[in-house]
């Protein structure tokens, strides 16, 4: 008798659940690469604010490491099953996620990559990103105008991300090189230049501990080093470190990409000269507004005219404004930061 | 009857023909390879000296005083003194038969500690780093116990203590960066290790010397005193050694103890050498530590090998990334030398193994 109620009760709580779970709306999937990275959580922060606010359910995966791929496919799976409307991917390893975005555009799942583009670039039905290339365009014009005549002779440095070269790094490393007149050869190697400026690149993981150590092996190969790209701030912040460590911090140009608030901050204490800002909340935002547009009237986004992603904006953050290249300065880029 | 009562007389038979000489020793005809085996297996830290001092000499003549001036050689010493550090604490674990997965993970947890509680709660410096090393001993003590009480396997127990330790670290610090500059101006003391000085061309900082001279110290404590011998003991075998009066929980103890103090250590290091603090470094701090102590000619099986060999393998990866990076390799072939560097390693301890000790 007892367990026949209990057994009653519990049916009638699920089914109060589901019906709960009913009046959530559709649900929208966000999968990041790791859950630990500021760039992830902000993002993270503006797809939960929006799902909200448009009355989505909005289920979050990460990987547990950068380049965890097997939990991010494991998460497309479980939005297929989940019913999930929409799936919003920065994807970890861009080309072997193809198949399981594939399985989910076919089950009726529209796909989004934020941030990171897949490869090749439409096998999502949209991507949200920075224009990565425009954003290192923006640093090496600045750098060229702010050295003058003496960036003919330029001694320059580049500290990328990682030996993989993934699409992201050889963007903002080649736009760059371009933004400061060096000869690409290959657009899509990096390393591959032979302007005799350049002392030459290393990989730096994107953190700290990387950026010091590979600006340290660069001045072991030149230490007259007076311009360095590097991949992201933190990277930056390791390279400062070792520039100081030689009494070199004042006379080197560091420029870099991304607009984090610690690095906008190290903008306007002159450790980084000037970095291009990108907007991960904004991705995100705009990215449940597109599954949301999917769910209600079947209509996919479309691309910013004159490129093969929906351009989320990108600026060049400086108090040291240059000549012929549009600049926001470091206040309103403190306002625009994440993390 | 009588042919069988003959023939059970007749056991010496099957003997015959078999050497009469008895079993004995014959350590004194071991010829020229004998000898250096036999040389190398009672000091195990030449063979990472031998192979660093090759490399040291083989990128000088490659790359001539770029590579070999004052000021390349102590780079590398700053480049290695946080592996340097966290392999020192890793060589404990390992000459007990034991893994400690965990000591990045610890590292990283007691620096952003250090930071967190200085800037956060606005702690006094010095107070700060004293609960980073207290945080850092305390996770130790934890795998201490439930590796010597609870008789869980180290692999396993700093496994799950790595996974823990380092989402501890990101809940509590919300992926918060510290800046160099906030640290330099309010609490440069915190920056400590990062300090340098010149002796004639030669950088030093004050993390290299503290590796130095840990390693040093550790090196003669395991030497010369008791509980070095029992550290030894306990990795050997930990049963002979609680028979022959070995205290094995207490040497356990005090080994991951240890192991959690020093990377606590490191964790202060660290903030010297990269300036902020940052939750996400030294993830990887594990694998470069056993790897350091691999190609040192630590036995992974416990109680065989030198500490000082920790810090020559620490060093050996430390001139080839700084060489090859130099000749302007891409950094794929450190990775690929450093694999081989390992498995020859293991190969040349199996080899010395031979030699009865």
Known sequence: ?339 | MSDTSRRSDDFEAAAQGSPEQIAEFDDHHRGFVGTVQHFLHVNPSLVPLIVLVAAIVIFGVLLGSKFFSPFALTLILQQVQIVGIVAAAQSLVILTAGIDLSVGAIMVMSSVVMGQFTFRYGLPPSVSIICGLFVGTAIGAVNGYLVSRIKLPPFIVTLGMWQIVLAANFLYSQNETIRSQEIEEHASILQLFGAKFNVGGAVFTVGVIFMLVLILVLSYALRHTAWGRHVYAVGDDPEAAELSGVNVHRTLMSVYMLSGLICAFAGWALIGRIGSVSPTSGQLANIESITAVVIGGISLFGGRGSILGSLFGALIVGVFTLGLRLLGADAQWTFLLIGILIIAAVAVDQWIRKVAA
């Open chain 1, 1 to 339: 008798m007892k367990l026949a109620r209990l057994a009653g009760a519990t049916a009638l709580a699920a089914a109060a659940m589901a019906g709960s779970a009913m009046a959530e709306g559709e649900t929208v999937c966000l999968i990041t690469k790791t859950d630990t990275n500021p760039f992830f959580v902000k993002m993270k922060e503006g797809a939960t604010a929006k799902a909200e606010e448009l009355g989505m359910t909005l289920k979050a995966f990460a990987g547990k490491v950068d380049g965890d791929h097997e939990t991010q496919v494991q998460a497309i799976e479980t939005c297929i099953l989940d019913g999930a409307k929409g799936i919003l991917l920065t994807a970890s390893d861009t080309s072997s996620i193809v198949p399981a975005v594939k399985q989910a555009r076919d089950a009726g799942v529209l796909v989004i990559a934020l941030d990171t583009p897949l490869e090749p670039i439409d096998s999502a039905d949209a991507t949200f990103a920075t224009d990565n290339f425009l954003a290192g365009l923006l640093i090496g014009q600045w750098a060229k105008a702010t050295l003058g005549d003496a960036a003919n002779d330029a001694k320059i440095a580049t500290l990328d991300l990682a030996v993989s070269q993934p699409t992201v790094d050889v963007l903002r490393n080649q736009g760059f090189l371009q933004g400061f007149g060096v000869d690409l050869a290959d657009p899509n190697v990096i390393g591959d230049e032979d302007d005799p400026r350049l002392v030459g690149s290393d990989v730096t993981a994107g953190n700290e501990e990387g950026g010091r150590r590979a600006m340290e092996n660069l001045l072991a190969k030149d230490p007259t080093i007076n311009v360095v790209h590097t991949i992201n701030e933190p990277a930056a912040a390791g390279a400062y470190e070792a520039l100081k460590a030689i009494g070199r911090e004042n006379d080197v140009l560091i420029v870099s990409v991304d607009g984090g608030c610690p690095g906008v901050q190290n903008v306007a204490d002159g450790v980084i000269g000037a970095t291009s800002q990108q907007y991960p909340l904004l991705m995100a935002s705009l990215g449940v507004e597109a599954v949301k547009k999917w769910a209600d009237e079947g209509v996919k986004p479309e691309n910013t005219p004159g490129k093969d992603f929906f351009d989320t904006g990108v600026a060049l953050v400086t108090d040291k404004a240059a000549d012929g290249v549009e600049s926001i300065s470091v206040k309103e880029g403190m306002d625009l930061c994440w993390g």
